[in-house]
């Protein structure tokens, strides 16, 4: 989706995909050289300056990028910032064929799941040499910086932190006269609990289910294989479980599927980009925790808890992941005002107020300071969560390796397959691990 934003004395956005794309491909790639080889110098204050921003996201996250950006050009008002933002699929369908082209725009969201894959390709700028001029990282725990780092180079910036939690439906589970699942339940007794609300919610107008079928998301499974004492990549990026623990993980919630008890795949399909529990048809969901800003906001509602994932034998063992990082495009005509823009938006104070936890706790201690936590609201509901799963989390992150994003989407491709009943835990397993040979790991 293509935001179109009017501001006094500069060009207003492309209303349309394809002119938004253009725009990102004369702002994005210029004369040839590289933008990286020269040394970064202050950003420029005598010459107009045209930068492009993308991220992915929903309404809300638009609104609160536009009201950010607009503080960035009263401050730089010789900068002016085209925006676009879309869907998640879609976003990287888009910065694939910006790749290939050369074309990728001035500053980018990034995640975890693709950020060695466009680093290794030379398609992201280097922000080493920005740092101490258009770049401040002084603010930043060392380690989580670290995630935006591949071979030595600096080529992402977390902008939050999160980890994993389930959300439950309130208003839903008031309806229906049952207790949200306990703090600390089994793997086993969450699904037992999906099967009670399941069953209770049959005869709701309309329906509703005890949750999703969580099979197919990835760093769930990682979750999952870190609380059996196992980790998902070796060193060569290969993966370092077996088939049978993949087959497993998926055997294990293969009842609820055949007793129909998960939201329908079809029905998940119909509602998307909304997901089950925010058109009101599903009491829990497992997903990061900034994900709970926008769960009330679809929801309508911000009667919405949170809390710790399902357990294994051992314990919890969460994990930290930077919600998500911003980079620049190699081919960058503007790399000083880049990476001014990407500091802008990771220390300023008052992006701090404007994104609140939205995008996960603020990295950086300026902008988590500066949220304004109302007791009740959805900030502080995360903020807290976080403080209370601390001790959980003694997992190191399982930083992907490169090729996570595509066999990531081959992950959730072969979960819906599974959902529908095309295939089975073996046959998953199998196509998975064919995936994962061709993509991850060796040269």
């Known amino acids: 989706m293509v935001r179109t934003r009017t501001t006094t004395g500069k060009a207003a956005v492309h209303a349309t995909a394809i002119a938004a794309v253009a725009a990102l491909t004369l702002s994005a790639c210029g004369g040839g050289s590289a933008a990286g080889s020269g040394e970064a110098a202050p950003v420029a204050t005598d010459r107009d300056i045209e930068l492009s921003l993308v991220w992915w ?25 085209q925006t676009q933002f879309q869907a998640w699929d879609d976003y990287w369908t888009a910065r694939t064929t910006e790749a290939a082209g050369q074309t990728l725009p001035d500053v980018l969201q ?27 990282t002084g603010g930043y725990d060392e380690t989580l910086l670290g995630s935006g780092s591949v071979d030595g180079g600096q080529f992402g910036i977390p902008t939050s932190t999160n980890t994993l939690g389930m959300f439950y439906h309130q208003d839903l589970l008031d309806e229906l006269g049952v207790e949200p699942p306990a703090e600390g339940l089994t793997w086993d007794e969450y699904d037992a609990w999906i099967r009670e609300v399941s069953e209770a919610g049959a005869d709701h107008d309309p329906q509703v289910y005890g949750g999703t079928d969580y099979t197919g998301a990835l760093w769930l499974f990682i979750q999952w294989l870190l609380q059996q004492g196992k980790t998902a990549f070796a060193e060569d990026g290969t993966p370092a479980f077996e088939k049978a623990d993949l087959v497993a993980w998926i055997e294990r919630s293969q009842p609820l599927r055949d007793d129909k008890l ?38 309508g509602t911000e009667n919405l808890g949170i809390l710790p994932v399902p357990t294994g034998a051992d314990g919890s063992q969460q994990f930290w992941k930077p919600s998500m990082l911003l980079s620049s495009s190699a081919n960058t005509d503007e790399p000083d005002a880049a990476a001014a823009l990407i500091d802008f938006l990771v220390n300023d104070p008052e992006v701090g107020k404007i994104f609140g936890t939205s995008k996960g706790v603020p990295a950086v201690p300026a902008q988590k300071d500066a949220m ?34 595509v066999v990531e989407a081959e992950f959730k491709r072969l979960g819906e397959e599974l959902a529908y009943g095309n295939i089975d835990a073996q046959e998953f397993a199998d196509q998975w691990f064919q995936s994962a040979e061709a993509n991850l790991g060796g040269e």
Do not use: C
């Open 372 to 405: 304004e936590l109302a007791e009740g609201s959805i900030d502080s509901k995360i903020v807290t969560y976080e403080d209370e799963v601390a001790d959980r989390v003694t997992a190191e992150t399982p930083l992907p390796a490169e090729g996570y994003g």
């Open 262 to 299: 998960f939201f329908p795949v079809e029905r998940a399909k119909q509602v998307e980009p909304m997901t089950a529990m925010q058109v009101g048809q599903a009491a829990t969901e497992i997903t990061w925790d900034n994900m709970l800003a926008g769960y009330a906001a679809g929801a």
């Open 110 to 136: 990034m995640d975890l799941a693709y950020i060695h894959q466009y680093a290794s390709n030379n398609q992201l700028l280097d922000l080493s040499s920005q740092v101490g001029v258009n770049l401040e």
């Open 57 to 81: 996201g929903d309404d809300d996250r638009a609104a609160r990028y536009e009201e950010a950006v607009k503080l960035f050009e009263e401050k730089h008002p010789n900068i002016d910032v």
